[in-house]
């Protein structure tokens, strides 16, 4: 199944990488791009699928980036790629009886996954919503700006990627751009995403978002610490989501997500499913979650729970 | 090979020869393309920002417009299956321009779908053995395939024809049956595909119908001949092509049948909304009534259905489906409600309210306007030249002389008054 | 082998046991200063929090500077002369400052059952009362998470967001909207 998430979910036929050859070297002879572009032109232009890298291969494409980012951003990149941890699945918990709709996490996130500033890109939607309705996403506002917050008579209810483990959006790829990984994290290979936005109509929670221009990054505000599937700046044309912060979780000790970490009132909580001893276990144990379109069976890790 | 290789140069020499209204109609055809490459060169300067399109309705008027052509490329098997499954000659001779018509909106769909992709520079990612074809999980992989595979057999059949009877040889069966044959499926798969593209997300309940398939063909059935009917009126006049009355009709009563099963599913699917009445009612009340103050859509909707209702008349009553004036009528009515119906009137309601409740107004750019300009230029610029070569074929006044090699072309016009040709016999 | 070792431990194991019962025979009320001390936590009963040092207002701290110099009065009343900014909006209907201030040992927070704690250890006082939000807590489902999903968590103190004498938290002012797909141009 092409969304199992492994590396080498393909099967890759070495003749590929002559054929390859072969077409560079017509390609070549055509003058596209120009033939005294950088060498790394011609590299990202023939670069593989993520999954289809070998670990030289692998190497080579996160220094080339490393490198670019670098000069770009005017400072020390680093673009790792660690691979998902074994025997976890990442889980998330929102608690609505918590959440205040102050909109720290939706600019925490901005922060710490360099997204672009101009033309404004958030992965995370706050929606505020009536208590008498409930959650009932046709009458929900996302574009709420009182004076303060929590406003009576309403509560809020952030969205993100809510990393399906049945994901609607990987089966539509056409190129296999998108994935779910092993712990569970959908992610994006964006030097291969062809842009065309066909899993944004299939994702049911507004979760992925487009860079219809080319994104406006300021260096001062780069967080220079990136993971290849996660944070790194992405290019133009290509589509981007909440990665559940790759660059940080994957890791032993793993930071938490910067939503978690920024939320005021302590709404936001992550964790292993698989942990028994987790904060996730313990919600899904002792609080009562629920989850967004259950109706759709895309099985989200991303579960809403009132604490109190 | 120099026989097929005359038979080129041939072409060329008839393409670029013509009458003065051929010039002027190929000159105003390239000035529009050149505007259709200048807004392109702009949009891939700047990105996907200079059309109106952004998160929340992520697909726009480029892919309208491709799902509307890909309902007039499936058109060409409303011909086909007349002419070669019960081999009706009225409509034998002329199928090969509906073959025809389906390879310049096959080409007009691939354009329209290469102008809306983020990065076109990597097309070449959807090739398969070079690239990753999600086949079979992605719709989207099996709509590449699909309409390459019809483009090329429509292409070939076309192709064939045209020089079997250049040579004047009889196409022979073993080849050309099964391809004729095949062709019938693939267009009704080409409408299927890009249905359930749509009708596959779960997200938009717009879409989620399964009512979906069977209104694209319904619908594809209305648009193509419309256009068809129009078009052989056209070369009947000013060509030597003879075309018999009841070869028209017999397509205009087609779709009559179509059009009231385009207008039964619809009819379904807006009562099935309005009565149940739940959360999904929200796009469709959007586009036939607006939602929430938005209501963009609403006068292009209505226009559409009473165009449709209309032209259903019309075609449906012989006394109107047989007078000429009101034949045009109907056809260009239905052109027009179909190309909204199936258009922008099935892709923004999809994606309006979005995921979480959000309504966004779209409406095209400039941009996007100009360069879908210039692919509908590009596609009739391709039926032109394919016509340029096709009817004098037909006609008998391009053919491979008595060498058998070189080619003869007796008419250097093109569009000449049918009334002076019949002073003349090219005949040898 | 066995069985020696268990002899020999016989003795000090007896005496452990008789003076556990005779501990358990003294009244704790009667006299207030000498209440028995404050249990140390242990690591079987209830484990330590690596929580940050109590947010007190700056030079308030040790409250025995002043009080020891001070009788204390036990009778309900409103402060008058210090503590005056100090505005009980916590169930002031039923209680006052020293249900939870021990009277004798301002340094100390006190328990329903006298017990004193240390004010790095408040959490115990709240949880009284608050059990649900202090079992949620332990776990890291109350309150806000920082530190490592792995490794080591950073817990805050229930006063590092909650003001003890005025818990409910006021509404802020939210982050800007963001900005409507319409005015995203070129």
Known sequence: ?308 | ?428 | MKMERMRGAFAPAAIALLLFLAAGWVPAAEHPKASPPAKKEGASSQPQYAVPTPPFTPGIFPCSDCHKEMTPNPKRRELKDEHTNIVLNHAEGQRWCLDCHDTYNRDRLHLVNGQLIRFEESYRLCGQCHGDKYRDWKVGVHGKRTGMWNGEKQYLLCVNCHNPHDPRFKPLAPMPPPVRPEAIRK
């Not at chain 1, 939706?106 to 008498?132: M, T």
């Not at chain 2, 009473?306 to 259903?312: D, L």
């Not at chain 2, 340029?388 to 491979?400: K, N, S, Y």
């Open chain 2, 1 to 428: 090979m120099t026989k097929i290789w005359e038979f080129f140069k041939g072409t060329l020499v008839l393409v670029s020869k013509g009458s003065r209204a051929y010039y002027a109609w190929m000159v105003s055809l390239l000035a529009l393309m050149a505007v259709g490459v200048a807004a392109y060169a702009y949009q891939l300067q700047n990105g996907l920002i200079v059309t109106a399109m952004r998160d929340e309705v992520s697909w726009g008027f480029y892919i309208s417009n491709f799902t509307f052509l890909v309902g007039v490329a499936a058109a060409a098997v409303l011909l086909v299956i007349p002419a070669y499954v019960y081999k009706w000659k009225p409509i034998k001779e002329i199928a090969v321009l509906g073959e025809m018509l389906a390879v310049s909106a096959m080409v007009m769909c691939l354009l329209f779908v290469t102008v809306d992709i983020g990065r076109p520079d990597r097309f070449w990612h959807l090739i398969p053995m070079f690239g990753i074809l999600n086949f079979p999980q992605s719709m989207l992989a099996w709509d590449v395939v699909v309409l390459n595979a019809y483009l090329c057999l429509n292409l070939v059949i076309a192709v064939y024809i045209c020089y079997k009877h250049y040579i004047r040889e009889e196409p022979n069966p073993n080849f050309f049956n099964p391809m004729i044959l095949l062709s019938i499926p693939a267009a009704v798969s080409i409408h299927t595909v890009t249905a359930f593209l749509y009708n596959g997300l779960a997200a938009r309940p717009f879409w989620n119908a399964s009512i979906l398939a069977p209104r694209f063909l319904a619908s594809a059935f209305c648009s193509g001949p419309a256009f068809m009917i129009i078009l052989f009126q056209v070369i009947r006049k000013y060509t030597r092509i003879e075309i018999k009355n009841e070869a028209i009709f017999k397509v205009a009563e087609l779709i009559a049948y179509s059009m009231f099963i385009n207008l039964f599913l619809l009819g379904a699917e807006v009562f099935k909304e309005f009565y149940s009445n739940t959360i999904h009612l929200a796009p469709m009340q959007y586009l036939f009534f607006g939602l929430k103050g938005h209501s963009n859509l609403v006068p292009y909707i209505w226009t559409a259905m009473i165009f449709n209702v209309s032209a259903f008349f019309l075609f449906l009553i012989p006394q109107t489906r047989e007078n000429y004036v009101t034949l045009n009528i109907g056809c260009v009515l239905i052109f027009i409600g179909v190309y909204i119906e199936k258009g922008m009137g099935l892709v923004i309601p999809g994606l309006v309210p979005d995921a979480l409740g959000e309504i966004y107004e779209y409406a095209p750019t400039g941009t996007e306007i100009l360069l879908a300009l210039g692919i509908w230029a590009t596609g009739l610029f391709v039926y032109t030249l394919l016509l340029r070569v096709a009817v004098p074929i037909l006609t008998g006044e391009f053919h491979v002389g008595k060498d058998g090699v070189k080619p003869v072309i007796h008419d250097m016009e093109f569009i000449r008054r049918a009334d002076h040709l019949a002073e003349q016999s090219y005949r040898d």
């Open chain 1, 1 to 308: 199944m092409p969304n199992e998430g492994t590396r080498d979910a393909h099967a890759h036929r070495m003749s590929r990488r002559k054929m390859m050859k072969g077409v560079a070297a017509v390609l070549g002879a055509m003058a596209l791009p120009a033939k005294d572009a950088p060498a790394s032109v011609w590299e990202s232009f023939f670069q593989k699928n993520f999954r289809e890298l070998s670990p030289e291969e692998l190497k080579g494409v996160l220094a080339r980036l490393e490198k670019e980012y670098s000069e770009k951003y005017k400072k020390a990149v680093t673009v790792r790629a660690n691979p998902p941890i074994e025997g976890l699945l990442f889980g998330y918990g929102l608690d609505l009886s918590r959440c205040i709709g102050c909109r720290r996490c939706v600019y925490a996130c901005v922060g710490e996954n360099n997204q672009s500033r101009d033309p404004q890109i958030h992965w995370i939607r706050v929606l505020q919503l009536n208590k008498e309705r409930g959650v009932d996403l046709e009458d929900a506002e996302q574009y709420y700006n009182p004076a303060k917050v929590p406003e009576k008579g309403h509560f809020y209810m952030p969205v993100q990627c809510q990393q399906c483990e049945h994901p609607p959006c990987t089966k539509v790829c056409p190129v296999q751009a998108t994935w779910k990984e092993r712990d569970g994290i959908t992610v994006v290979d964006y030097n291969w995403c062809i842009g065309c936005r066909y899993c944004m109509a299939a994702c049911p929670y507004g979760a992925r978002h487009f860079n219809w221009k080319k994104a406006g990054l300021p260096p001062a505000e780069m967080n220079p610490d990136t993971h290849y599937l996660g944070n790194r700046p992405r290019p133009i044309g290509v589509v981007e989501k909440c990665t559940f912060c790759v660059q940080r979780v994957r890791n032993t000790p793993g930071r938490y997500t910067a939503c978690v970490e920024i939320c005021p009132v302590g709404a936001r909580k992550f964790g292993n499913l698989l942990d028994p001893e987790g904060e996730m276990r313990y919600i899904i144990e002792n609080k009562r979650v629920f989850i967004l379109k259950e109706d759709l069976n895309t099985r989200p890790k991303f579960y809403y729970f009132y604490a109190t």
